[in-house]
């Protein structure tokens, strides 16, 4: 499959839209798993969140790199990014408590941005923003949600639209990286049930998420814009919420 196989719509694309909501949904779903229910295997859907996100990160470069004679920094992405990264930060600390190893997940999904952009742009500029982010998710991997991994994912989901579907196996393997690989693969050895789900959602996740882009929805899909950054440190004060009730 290369470029002109996926659809890369200059209005409001409603597959994307879609892929966006599921992810979100993932996510919801993967962090429930912390309010006090007894729901581990909430964890295997919610291996899609990151890579659909990763997936809608790419799309969004495929449209500016159609329009963009020289590609540029998107500024005001990476700000909404960062912005909300910082806004986050508490409302994810107050939910995960001693689970909270990193910081939340949008560092590493502007970082991964940055990268990208860095491998697609033909200015000295974004080619060395795109290092520089790369070189401070390396150093700083520990303490990144989905560590270095992570923030390379979003240019593996990149490659896949400029050559064949087939390489998507290469973001699932990223993918499979960018998570808890030892435990999962140690779990998938032993035979335990999680682990393997977790093991195959994460090889084949980035490909799933392809398929929907080439979908054409149907039905109607409520456009996620700018104001859906909202969601994710919103999400984790109502989930505390609903754990703090459980507790009563």
């Not at 939340?104 to 974004?126: C, H, I, M, Y």
């Not at 998570?179 to 682990?195: H, K, L």
Request: glycine fraction near 6%; hydrophobic fraction near 55%; include cysteine.
């Amino acid at each position: 499959m290369t470029d002109a196989n996926i659809p890369i719509n200059h209005g409001r694309n409603k597959a994307l839209d879609l892929l966006k909501w599921l992810a979100m949904l993932s996510m919801v779903m993967d962090h429930l798993r912390y309010v006090g229910w007894h729901a581990d295997w909430l964890y295997v859907p919610g291996r899609l969140a990151f890579p659909w996100f990763c997936l809608a990160i790419a799309v969004n470069l495929a449209r500016s790199r159609t329009h963009d004679v020289e590609p540029r920094v998107q500024w005001k992405y990476l700000t909404w990014m960062v912005v909300f990264a910082a806004v986050a930060e508490v409302p994810y600390r107050l939910f995960m408590t001693d689970e909270a190893y990193t910081l939340n997940v949008l560092p590493t999904l502007a970082l991964g941005l940055l990268v990208a952009q860095g491998w697609v742009g033909r200015a000295w500029s974004v080619r060395l923003l795109g290092l520089v982010a790369l070189v401070a998710g390396a150093v700083f991997s520990d303490h990144l949600m989905f560590g270095v991994f992570g923030v390379l994912l979003p240019l593996a989901c990149l490659l896949v639209f400029r050559r064949s579907i087939w390489l998507a196996i290469l973001p699932g393997v990223v993918c499979l990286f960018s998570n808890a690989w030892r435990q999962i693969i140690d779990g998938t050895q032993w035979g335990d049930p999680i682990s393997v789900g977790a093991l195959i959602v994460c090889l084949i996740g980035p490909a799933l998420g392809v398929l929907l882009l080439r979908s054409q929805p149907t039905f109607a899909v409520l456009p996620m814009k700018r104001w859906a950054y909202a969601i994710y440190p919103v999400h984790f004060l109502l989930l505390l919420s609903l754990r703090q009730m459980l507790a009563l």
